[in-house]
C-alpha cells in the first residue's frame, strides 16, 4: 500500500509564509500527479494546488499569485510554499496523490491532514 504524511501546518499570523511538504512512500512505481486540499470548518473540501506527471500546475483562483506548488521527484515529495497568507487560508490541508503501483495498478491516497491557522 501507499502512504502520505503532510507535515508543515501550524499556527501564523496574516501576511506571514509557510511551507507543507507531502511524502509518498510504499508500492510505487509512478506519481501521475499530486495536490493539496483544503477543508474549513462547515466547508467541503475543494482543491488548492495540483501538479501533474507533466508538470503541469492548477490553482485555486483564490490562491493564485500567493501559493506554489513544487515537487521533488527523486524523494517523491510534494511541496506547497504558501506566502501572504489570509485568515481565510485556514483549514485542514490534505495531500492527494494519484499513483500507478508496480503491478499497473491506479489508485488513489489520502493523507491525513495538516492544520494551518491564520489568525488576525
Known amino acids: 500500500q501507499v502512504q502520505l504524511v503532510e507535515s508543515g501546518g501550524g499556527l501564523v499570523q496574516p501576511g506571514e509564509s509557510l511551507r507543507l511538504s507531502c511524502a509518498a512512500s510504499?508500492?510505487?512505481?509512478?506519481?501521475?500527479?499530486m495536490g493539496w486540499y483544503r477543508q474549513a470548518p462547515g466547508k467541503q473540501r475543494d482543491l488548492v494546488a495540483r501538479i501533474s506527471i507533466r508538470g503541469a500546475t492548477t490553482y485555486a483562483d483564490s490562491v493564485k499569485g500567493r501559493f506554489t506548488i513544487s515537487a521533488d521527484n527523486a524523494k517523491n515529495t510534494v511541496y506547497l510554499q504558501m506566502n501572504s497568507l489570509k485568515p481565510d487560508d485556514t483549514a485542514v490541508y490534505y495531500c492527494?496523490?494519484?499513483?500507478?503501483?508496480?503491478?499497473?495498478?491506479?489508485?488513489?491516497?489520502w493523507g491525513r491532514g495538516t492544520h494551518l491557522t491564520v489568525f488576525s
Open positions: 492527494h496523490a494519484a499513483i500507478t503501483s508496480a503491478r499497473f495498478i491506479k489508485s488513489s491516497y
Open positions: 510504499g508500492s510505487i512505481f509512478r506519481i501521475d500527479a
